[in-house]
């Protein structure tokens, strides 16, 4: 797959390593199927979104890559940016058709705290207000005080969250968290 091929294996890991619940028997084999998934899906979207309705952004390390670093081992955070339109977010947001929406967010555990996430989250701003867009959302796990900490502060506040009987059927409870974009004659 050449250079683009092992950037997006890069991405896959980078998300896969984030989101990977670890398993007590076999657990390589369940993360490697994982990261399989991970980098099918990127795949897919990237192949079969149109340019201005889907996006992954990447983070890279500031430092110039040793000799034996490839460039695309620099990369450190992803995040995945989606135009969508699904009724239950947009029942909470005033007069848009569409949103910004934000996911898959993941930083390498030796590079968090470092302002990476804040730095994507930027980024994503910045892309949604080139896409025209006046609201972002995103989901956090309602547990998850760092990542919900992350987006508070940059400006992102909870709006709803998953009826209490998810936990029944062993879901962690989420979150729906909106941040409004200043107005520009959209």
Request: proline share 4%; net charge neutral; hydrophobic share 45%.
């Amino acid at each position: 797959m050449g250079r683009i091929g092992e950037e997006m294996r890069r991405v896959a890991l980078v998300q896969a390593e984030a989101f990977h619940v670890p398993v007590a028997l076999f657990n390589d084999f369940f993360f490697d199927f994982f990261k399989a998934e991970v980098l099918a899906a990127l795949i897919y979207k990237l192949r079969n979104s149109p340019p201005d309705r889907y996006a992954c952004l990447v983070a890279e390390e500031a430092d110039e890559p040793s000799q034996s670093q490839a460039p695309f081992e620099k990369i450190i955070g992803v995040v995945d940016c989606t135009v969508q339109d699904e009724g239950d977010i947009l029942r909470n947001l005033q007069g848009v058709q569409e949103y910004f929406y934000v996911s898959g967010i993941a930083v390498l555990p030796s590079y968090r705290r470092r302002k990476v996430g804040t730095a994507l989250l930027k980024a994503c701003e910045v892309l949604a207000l080139e896409w025209r867009q006046r609201f972002m959302a995103l989901r956090a796990y309602e547990d998850d005080s760092s990542a919900r900490g992350l987006y508070a502060k940059a400006g992102y506040r909870v709006v709803s969250r998953d009826p209490g009987w998810v936990t029944w059927v062993g879901r962690r409870r989420r979150v729906l968290m909106v941040k409004e974009l200043p107005v520009h004659d959209f």
